[in-house]
């Protein structure tokens, strides 16, 4: 199972727990996976990798029509998208183990993920949020959880003890998510599963990165793309107006500003939009000049 499953497999287990359908999704994954054993044609359309995963889904989606739960559908329909062809009777027959093994209240509660390298604990992150953004599609609350994982990030960037213990591995990770909790608490319950499990995934290289990724996740899942704007001062609705229409019209897809104010950039903005990133602040033309004239002396 890749990462990207087993951090969506987390979402969904919690998901099902949470709201006592758990055992209904379990007993219908049960089934789908004795259905992939005992029925060759459905093996062959699902594992072929000539046949598109659209014609694949619809054929989930019809089989799957009088299941009790939507958890099954999502946690079907994500393998497909998301393993190998050859790999999807595996891989579901890992959910379920995976499923059984971690469907205690304590686990959802406070329990954290295997260690592994930052790569894994990144993956296993968006595969997290890839759930929680299909589990609540067409919702007004996404606006919302967007918004408050942003402003999160932005709270903990200007915080460095706050930072810091939320990313100190030494602390246990029950003691960091009573802190994330307190801090978050009056923020949606889908906003604290989302920014504890930064905690819980693994290794993360920086937690502020991690809840900004979340936020541009999030984004993404929506059609949308956030653009980021660090500006030593406020910008006028008129400027922010016509900065949003440009990178619209440059990214061909809409685009969503965030702007963060940041005196130390004494004048100018930053500019960041996915990887491309453009700084015409003063503090960066100072930086430069310091190096320069640090290596003529």
């Given at each position: 199972m890749k990462a990207l499953t087993w951090g969506y497999t987390t979402g969904l287990v919690i998901e099902a727990q949470s709201s006592g359908k758990l055992q209904d999704f379990l007993d219908e994954l049960n089934v789908f996976n004795r259905a992939l054993l005992n029925y060759q044609e459905l093996v062959s359309v699902l594992e072929d990798p000539m046949v598109k995963s659209e014609a694949k889904i619809l054929t989930v989606n019809d089989l799957l029509s009088g299941a009790s739960t939507r958890f099954i559908k999502l946690c079907v329909v994500f393998a497909i998208k998301t393993e190998r062809p050859s790999e999807l009777r595996e891989t579901l027959s890992e959910i379920y183990r995976k499923s059984m093994?971690?469907?205690?209240?304590?686990?959802?509660?406070?329990?954290?993920?295997?260690?592994?390298?930052?790569?894994?604990?990144?993956?296993?992150?968006?595969?997290?949020?890839?759930?929680?953004?299909?589990?609540?599609?067409?919702?007004?609350?996404?606006?919302?959880?967007?918004?408050?994982?942003?402003?999160?990030?932005?709270?903990?960037?200007?915080?460095?003890?706050?930072?810091?213990?939320?990313?100190?591995?030494?602390?246990?990770?029950?003691?960091?998510?009573?802190?994330?909790?307190?801090?978050?608490?009056?923020?949606?319950?889908?906003?604290?599963?989302?920014?504890?499990?930064?905690?819980?995934?693994?290794?993360?290289?920086?937690?502020?990165?991690?809840?900004?990724?979340?936020?541009?996740?999030?984004?993404?899942?929506?059609?949308?793309?956030?653009?980021?704007?660090?500006?030593?001062?406020?910008?006028?609705?008129?400027?922010?107006?016509?900065?949003?229409?440009?990178?619209?019209?440059?990214e061909q897809i809409p685009v969503e500003l965030r702007v963060v104010i940041d005196p130390e950039l004494i004048a100018g903005i930053i500019l960041t939009v996915g990887n491309k990133m453009l700084d015409t602040s003063f503090r960066s033309k100072i930086n430069e000049l310091s190096q320069e004239l640090s290596e003529a002396v």
């Open positions: 093994d971690h469907q205690s209240e304590s686990w959802v509660e406070s329990g954290s993920e295997p260690m592994s390298s930052r790569q894994v604990a990144r993956d296993r992150m968006l595969g997290f949020v890839k759930f929680y953004c299909d589990y609540a599609e067409g919702s007004a609350d996404l606006d919302l959880i967007e918004d408050q994982v942003f402003d999160f990030a932005r709270t903990a960037e200007k915080n460095s003890q706050l930072r810091w213990a939320l990313a100190d591995l030494v602390i246990p990770v029950r003691n960091r998510v009573a802190l994330l909790d307190e801090v978050l608490s009056g923020a949606n319950e889908v906003t604290k599963k989302l920014c504890r499990y930064v905690l819980l995934a693994g290794r993360m290289r920086d937690v502020v990165s991690a809840f900004d990724e979340i936020a541009y996740e999030i984004s993404k899942q929506r059609g949308r793309r956030i653009a980021e704007v660090r500006s030593a001062v406020s910008l006028s609705q008129e400027q922010t107006t016509k900065l949003k229409q440009y990178l619209t019209d440059l």
